[in-house]
């Protein structure tokens, strides 16, 4: 350590330091008033402060907030996500997590047992879901390992945490799996009394095409004439219009990296495309930009005017079940499971990779239908 004049009267205490991120060597500098002993000693303790906290840098990774680290992984994870995923997240945030895990906890403070009360607080003592509830776990994990991966921190708290299914409940939720899906019985009804009304011709022609192909909704929205073959469509984007207007939708990517696919259609799943394609042209320009499943306002049907039809006369003909979109896409699967398709060529077609409740809905079907064989066997005799 050494002092130096400055021009104006005063002096530079100066002291070597290696630079943590560079391995170099550099200088650090402290003005003081005077060169006397004093002076000096006391800018010493100073200097040194000054030195310890450029190399230090656990303690200054240790001071950034879980506010600042969140932050700065949401710009990550808008640029890396579907809009549609990405935007739910704050939500999540400000609702679930931010209550317990406070914006000025510093990371290094953020605990297992701190996760632990969002946990508990969702789904052990509270009245969420176990999927949601894991779903915000998730989202915990990928903050705190995005800190990990920054080294602001040495390991992820959330590894240490588990949401553990309260048995009783996932019981009972398990035994409705029956409402997941529906019969062939009670989907024949429900589609002949849709083409029975003449205003709900788009709404039957678009729910046996869903239940035909296991699309989801935003897939089949997203379907334009340029992705019909004559005798497949090609699966390559959904309709994304979250907190906007129908006619603001953009055509984004697929939920995930599996759900782009090729699915072959039935028959009658071909004659409902080109019955769509007759009554588009008589009313609209048919090009192969356009999309295929058009309302009256030229824009394609959103899920909220579908859904809100469906309920209605699904439950008018007493269907009792929740009737949304959705179902269909469970529906094919059943049919299929049903038939003894194999499971992984199911999931290939609906474009899931990973699917809870396929499997479910698969291992439920199949069972019935042995439940069917060995009845039928003990009626023998």
């Known amino acids: ?36 002993p004093q002076a000096i000693n006391k800018g010493r303790v100073a200097l040194l402060e000054k030195i310890n906290s450029l190399t230090n840098t656990e303690s200054r990774n240790n001071s950034k907030t879980f506010g600042e680290v969140y932050d700065e992984w949401f710009k990550y994870y808008k640029i890396q996500k579907k809009r549609t995923s990405w935007i739910k997240v704050p939500f999540m945030m400000d609702k679930h997590i931010l209550p317990y895990v406070r914006r000025e906890i510093l990371i290094d403070k953020v605990s297992s047992a701190l996760i632990m009360q969002v946990i508990d607080n969702m789904y052990t003592f509270g009245n969420y879901s176990l999927n949601y ?22 390991t992820n708290p959330v590894t240490k945490t588990k949401v ?41 022609m678009i729910s046996e095409f869903l239940s035909l192909t296991g699309l989801r909704y935003g897939e089949l929205q997203a379907l334009q004439w340029k992705n019909f073959t004559g005798t497949s469509v090609n699966v390559e984007g959904t309709l994304d219009y979250t907190l906007s207007k129908i006619s603001d939708a953009v055509k984004t990517s697929t939920k995930n990296q599996s759900s782009e696919r090729v699915v072959d259609l039935p028959q009658k799943a071909i004659e409902i495309l080109y019955d769509i394609k ?93 439940e069917i064989i060995t009845n039928a066997l003990d009626n023998i005799f």
């Open 1 to 36: 350590m050494w002092v130096e004049p400055k021009i104006n009267g005063k002096f530079s205490l100066k002291e070597r330091y290696i630079d943590p991120n560079t391995g170099k060597t550099r200088k650090a500098t402290l003005t003081i008033e005077k060169d006397t």
């Open 164 to 204: 553990m299914p309260k048995r009783e409940i996932e019981r009972q939720q398990r035994k409705k799996l029956n409402d997941k899906y529906l019969e062939k019985e009670e989907l024949h009804v429900l589609l002949d009394a849709l083409y029975a009304n003449p205003r709900h011709q788009l709404h039957a």
């Open 278 to 370: 007759v009554i588009n042209t008589m009313k609209y320009n048919v090009d192969s930009e356009n999309y295929i499943f058009l309302s009256t306002s030229k824009y394609p049907l959103t899920i909220h005017a579908f859904n809100s039809i469906i309920k209605q006369v699904a439950k008018n003909v007493g269907i009792t079940k929740t009737v949304t979109s959705h179902i269909f896409r469970h529906t094919h699967v059943s049919i299929l499971s049903e038939s003894n398709i194999p499971l992984k060529a199911i999931m290939e077609r609906v474009g899931h990779s990973d699917a809870n409740t396929t499997l479910q809905i698969y291992n439920h079907v199949t069972k019935k239908s042995r």
């Open 133 to 154: 509830t894991k779903q915000t776990r998730t989202t915990l994990s990928a903050i705190l390992s995005f800190a990990v991966d920054k080294e602001y921190i040495k």
